[in-house]
Each structure stands twice: as C-alpha cells, then as structure tokens.
C-alpha cells in the first residue's frame, strides 16, 4: 500500500473504532465520572514555491517548487481518577507523513506536527503515560472542566501537583492559549514554543521525568528535571546525574490590564548532555574529524558528556477586546554548545494577534497573524559559514541574515468537531541564508477533536 493511501486507510479506521467507543449507551468506561476520553486528529498538507537559491546542501530547503507534503497524528486522551487527588493518563498516538523537505533547511520549520524522519508510514506508539497527584494547600476547591489529559471534578484552588512519567515539556511550560498548538493555531515551529528553549525531547517530542507545581488562585511556580536524548534529536532518552539531564523553571503571573486579563510567563532551563561545542565542530572541519560531525547532525553518538546550555524565555498573552487578543514571546540560549532537541535557534522574538470571527458573524472561526525573527550566536553561525550541518539546517555555507517569518491562517468551524484551516508562511532568509529565497509556504489543514 503506498505510504499516502495506507495514511488516508489508518486515519479512517482510527477515527471510526474511537467514534464507535464514544457512541455506545453501554460503555462504562466513558459513562464512569472518573474516567476522562477525548481524541484529536489532524491532517496537514503543505506546498511551497520555488525560490533562487546561489547553492544547496545536504540540509537544504528544496528550491523548486514542493507540493503535497503531508502529515497526519491521530491521538486518544485517556485518564482516570484513582485515589483522593490523584488521577493516571495514558495517549496512544498515531503519527507519520512527511513535512516539506522532510522537515528540514528552515529553523523556524514549517509544521510542528512533523518531525526530522526517514520512514513517512503511520506508526503507533505511546505518547503520553504519567501519573499525576495533586496536595490541597488550603479548604477551597474550584471546578476542573474535563479535558485533554485533564480530568474533570473539584480541586484544590492552591495545590501542589506532582506528575511523573513520560510526557512533553510544552504540556507544562510555555503554554500560550494563543499561539501553542499546530492542530489548531499557527503551524510554524518558533510560534509553537519559543524557538530558543533546546526543550528536552526525544524525536517525536517527548521525554521522561517529574514536574512539581505550585499552583495560586493567580500565579504559579513549576520546577521540573527529565531526561535529555542519548544522539541529537533521535528517540532514545537517557538521565544520569550530574551528566544527562535537563531543568525548567518557570513563574507564571496573571496580569489584568484595563480590566481585561492576561498572563505573563518568566522561564529558566539548563541541559546537561553530550553534545559537543561548536568550537569542536570547527575543529572537526578542520582536521576531517566526520565522527564528530556525524554526532554534531545528530547521527551519531558521542561517548564524552559535558554539553550544557542555559536559556531564558518571556511569554505574555493579553485580551485587547472581547474579540481581539495580543501575544509575544522573546527567547535565549548561550548558543555555545550544539543543539541537541528542538531546533537550531539561539535567539527568537515574536510578536502576534489572535481573531474571533464574531464581527462577521462567524462566531467559531478564528483567524491568527504572526512576525518571527530567529538568529544564532556568532560560534554556531562560523560552524555553518565552515560548512558544519546540524540536524535541522546547513547548506554548506553561510552569507548570514536573520531569518524572517510571517504566518497566517484562518480556521472555519465546518461542524461542531470539525474545522478547516488554511495557512500562509513567508520566509526570508530559510536557515538564516542571504543567498536563499524567500520562499512562500501554502497549507492546509484538517482537525477533528471531541
């Protein structure tokens, strides 16, 4: 079967089996108030157009035209209560297809429901497995609506919650209601999550560990240590004290200005790992050492520890009116040592707003527009001048330029669980390049979540 039509067969079959759970009288499991389901499937398809580009590399964005790169997750979100505060989850998850150029040549990629593979069939594997437990710090409670890994019922207003197991960081950190999920909002990969945060994850975007959270009835504090991948950007994980490692730190504040709410996030990471400095990877193009480049692409693996990366990041979101909301992020790392998780950006900011349609009468439409800048710190930008290739760019050179992106889209409600999407993304500079492009992406999206 080839890969297209086994993805169309997969998505079909998955979505009919959970739509007949959902509907049948005599399921328990779903009638049971302890018990938490819901399911998502998104379909993207992407296009971009050719481009001038002076040369090419391995990394590189393809320059003529690319058409039809599709991608496909399907997932179910399972949890259950189990004792006082405490409550298990569990997402098996469906994902394959391919993103333009197989998800590399652009830091700020262009689909964040891809990722950098070899095999564009369907795979089911486990997304999400955690325990979570939650201790009341005072007698007041407040209603949970039931969600996505989120079971619904009473708790405490000030609580401390521990989760442990396998999970993604941006589940905890990051979250912006505006401008955080590609199976909703913006597809681009530095509107997603701030684009210098190297968050710990494996390939697919996900890592083990524990998060501990202080949550008030307006701010919150979480702390968190999980495991780093063993080769960049690849699926196995490992932690080793003091070796292997990764810790987040964020502050959340509620913020209310004019009388209309918002929320400001302060955020803190370091990464213990084996990647290499690029001050290495410079060695290593001159001496020819292609081991090192080889871990440095991420396809190999190092025996010698001793990377580590330190970041920042701020993260606001503010309602303009009932129907207008503005947010804005800015991000940091030292950008001595190789990325090693997410994607090669050492600086970001961005800058957007978010559109309900009800002025023209399309209540549950939503439409985003947003303006990225990346750029990358003088050591890593000589690696790619030599040129060195990293997992997601390299075109074996560099004339340097910050890379610029503009993302917009507009989702249409065709159902009640069903919405359309269309999305435009701009980009200047792909991988940070003069010589190459700009280039303009075309999308198109399905999402079905109840």
């Known amino acids: 079967m080839k890969p297209r039509n086994k993805i169309l067969f997969l998505s079909i079959l998955f979505l009919q089996l959970f739509s007949f759970a959902y509907t049948q009288e005599n399921t328990s499991l779903l009638k049971d108030s302890a018990w938490s389901a819901h399911f998502q499937l998104t379909v993207i398809a992407q296009s971009h157009s050719g481009f001038k580009a002076k040369y090419s590399g391995m990394n590189s964005l393809q320059d003529t035209v690319e058409l039809g ?11 259950r209560k189990l004792w006082k505060g405490a409550a298990a989850y569990f997402n098996p998850e469906l994902s394959g297809g391919r993103g333009l150029s197989y998800a590399v040549g652009v830091a700020g990629a262009l689909n964040g429901e891809t990722y950098r593979i070899g095999d564009a069939a369907p795979v089911v594997s486990v997304a999400r497995a955690y325990l979570q437990q939650n201790f009341a710090l005072g007698d007041k409670y407040e209603e949970q609506e039931d969600d996505a890994n989120q079971v619904g019922g009473k708790v405490p207003s000030s609580r401390l919650t521990i989760s442990a197991g396998k999970f993604s960081m941006s589940d905890f950190y990051d979250k912006n209601t505006l401008s955080h999920d590609p199976r909703t909002q913006f597809f681009n990969w530095s509107l997603m999550s701030n684009g210098a945060w190297d968050y710990p994850a494996n390939t697919k975007g996900y890592t083990f560990g524990v998060v501990a959270e202080l949550i008030q009835p307006t701010w919150a504090l979480r ?48 990464s213990a790992s084996r990647a290499p400095s690029y001050e290495d990877g410079l060695n290593a193009i001159k001496t020819k050492d292609t081991f090192l480049l080889n871990v440095i692409s991420g396809n190999a693996q190092n025996n010698k520890f001793g990377g580590k990366k330190t970041g920042i990041g701020i993260n606001i979101e503010q309602e303009i009116t009932d129907d207008i909301s503005a947010f804005a992020r800015v991000g940091w790392n030292d950008g001595k040592h190789v990325t090693w998780a997410f994607t090669e950006i050492d600086q970001t900011a961005h800058l957007g707003l978010s559109f309900k349609g009800t002025r023209w009468k399309r209540k549950d439409d939503v439409a985003g527009i947003a303006v990225v800048i990346n750029g990358i710190s003088s ?60 280039v303009h992406v075309f999308g198109i999206r399905t999402h079905v979540d109840f």
Do not use: C
């Open 69 to 79: 790169a599709t991608s496909i997750t399907s997932t179910v979100f399972l949890g």
């Open 223 to 270: 702390l968190s240590s999980v495991s780093v991948p063993k080769i960049a950007n690849h699926p196995e994980m490992e932690y080793k004290f003091g070796k292997a490692h990764s810790e987040t730190a964020e502050f959340e504040q509620q913020i209310n200005i004019s009388k209309r709410k918002g929320t400001i996030r302060f955020l803190l990471s370091y």
């Open 379 to 438: 050591d890593h930008r000589e690696f790619l001048k030599e040129g060195g290739y990293g997992f997601i760019i390299g075109d074996g050179t560099l004339n340097y330029g910050h890379e610029e992106i503009a993302e917009a889209y507009y989702n249409i409600e065709l159902f009640t669980y069903v919405t359309l999407g269309f999305d435009y993304q701009f980009v200047n500079h792909p991988a940070y390049n003069k010589d190459r492009g700009p």
